[in-house]
């Protein structure tokens, strides 16, 4: 399993055209963001804002560049972000490096020291096929298993590892049913199920993506404090209207050809009766997990027991009792995501205390007015466009601040309204292999083209921006009064 991750990783990094060295176009985008700040470095102060504030756009402007084009990892954008702010004399060096000393960072940390435990004794292997066992009986119910399965793993274990695990287990089944690669609708389907569910069942739940985190973390920080319980309550209802949505959706768009299953069945129960039973380490690690998520859900308090300390406890655990080791953790846990988290929240906070955040919102009103309804319609599609074309992350952290600033100054838009409203639309990426890990891992087994993903994620994307708005406007603002 540890191989096929590894593989998916480096065609992952092949698709998205990363290379070790500086290319000509890399230097072009590093030199352009730069520029960026160079020019609001000698531009005049507008009406309404302070230098440091000024500066902060600028800051903001060449992190968007940055991270959208990757010309340098993610990570390296993040920490450029920390030091930049005390260089320029924004923030003092001591106020923007405390900001990544923010619980939620630990709280990520934790919960990846999880998912790895999961990974390394195969658990979530087993998890996977015992799923899909329930879901063999026509080729639809399938696909909807595998969109099912991938969306349930994504609530405790992050998206791109849920894709990188079921990738092999689906194109074993494929092959073993015969399917040709781009000619198959079952084939594209049966992929597109693994990227959609992943990305849909990231919303679910704190673990599922980085930016959720993120967004509780910048909450956390102007005094609104979301529990694990919390985000289920806000999320659970998009994900699921979202999935038989865009399930229907996948069929519609690829009306699927094969009428049996049989080889398929046989060969998810062939995987099954190779994993054997749950040995020591397994259940060890099944319960552990199952401890921290009760606790994450019913016991979590924003002051002493918080989620970061919960997750923390539960890694510790894993130490304990001999289920998981520090190489374990050098090996799994993506540091890189914990830099970038960290470059978002000064970041985030540099928006808010040197008003800039406000300043921009303020602009934002000239074209949307104080109307809510246009407010919270036009954060959706802002934040689905974005997310499309570069990092969740890097989407959700630039827009944030935004977003907060907007809240302090429309009537029936909380903060806390519009941080949902950016994270949950922030892991809608469907268009483009590009959005997010989970369509590059999927495309990567070249059963779908990328017009195939697009003519899809075009209408999913609508589909679900529609779902999130109407749960805003009716669940949301009705029921929980964000």
């Not at 894993?318 to 289920?323: A, E, K, M, S, V």
């Amino acid at each position: 399993m540890e191989k096929d991750t590894e593989k998916m990783e480096e065609e992952y990094k092949v698709i998205k055209g990363k290379s070790p060295t500086l290319s000509k176009r890399n230097i072009l985008f590093i030199a352009v963001a730069f520029l960026v700040v160079v020019l609001f470095y000698f531009l005049p102060i507008p009406e309404g804002l302070s230098n440091n504030g000024k500066m902060m756009i600028g800051i903001l402007l060449m992190g968007g560049i940055l991270w959208i084009t990757e010309p340098i990892p993610l990570a390296v954008t993040g920490l450029l972000i920390i030091i930049i702010q005390p260089i320029l004399g924004i923030m003092p060096a001591g106020d923007v490096f405390s900001s990544f000393g923010n619980q939620a960072v630990f709280f990520l940390i934790g919960a990846f020291i999880l998912a790895g435990a999961l990974e390394k004794h195969g658990l979530h292997k087993r998890i996977a096929l015992k799923f899909l066992s329930f879901f063999e009986k026509n080729p639809k119910l399938f696909t909807f298993g595998i969109m099912i399965s991938c969306a349930f793993l994504s609530f405790i274990m992050p998206e791109h590892g849920v894709a990188a695990m079921f990738l092999p287990i689906v194109i074993s089944i494929l092959i073993a049913m015969k399917i040709t690669p781009r000619k198959s609708n079952f084939g594209i389907v049966s992929m597109l199920s693994i990227a959609y569910g992943c990305s849909i069942g990231s919303l679910g739940t704190l673990i599922g993506g980085a930016r959720n985190p993120l967004t509780i973390g910048m909450l956390s920080d102007i005094g609104y404090s979301v529990s694990f319980f919390d985000w289920m309550t806000y999320s659970m209802p998009i994900v699921f209207i979202s999935l038989p949505l865009v399930w229907l959706i996948l069929h519609i768009s690829f009306p699927i050809e094969i009428k049996n299953i049989a080889s398929a069945k046989t060969e998810i129960n062939r995987q099954v009766s190779r994993s054997g039973k749950m040995g020591r380490y397994e259940l060890t690690v099944l319960c552990i997990v199952v401890l921290t998520i009760i606790l994450w859900i019913f016991v979590s308090s924003p002051t002493y027991f918080s989620l970061a300390v919960i997750a923390i406890l539960g890694s510790i655990l894993l130490f304990f009792t001999g289920c998981i080791t520090w190489k374990d953790v050098e090996q799994r846990v993506p540091w890189g995501i914990i830099l970038l988290y960290g470059g978002a929240i000064t970041l985030g906070i540099g928006m808010q205390k040197t008003g800039a955040g406000s300043w921009i919102a303020h602009r934002l009103f000239d074209v949307t007015g104080n109307n809510p309804y246009l407010v919270i319609f036009g954060l959706i599609i802002l934040t689905v466009l974005l997310t499309n074309i570069m990092s969740n992350v890097g989407a959700v952290a630039i827009l944030l601040p935004i977003g907060l600033a907007i809240a302090t100054e429309v009537p029936g838009v909380s903060p806390l309204l519009a941080s949902m409203l950016i994270a949950l639309s922030g892991g809608l990426a469907f268009i483009f292999i590009i959005a997010t890990p989970g369509n590059a891992i999927a495309y990567s087994s070249g059963y779908f083209s990328s017009r195939d993903l697009l003519k899809a994620g075009v209408v999913a994307n609508i589909a679900c921006i529609g779902v999130i708005f109407l749960v805003a406007i009716i669940y949301w603002k009705g029921v929980l009064n964000l």
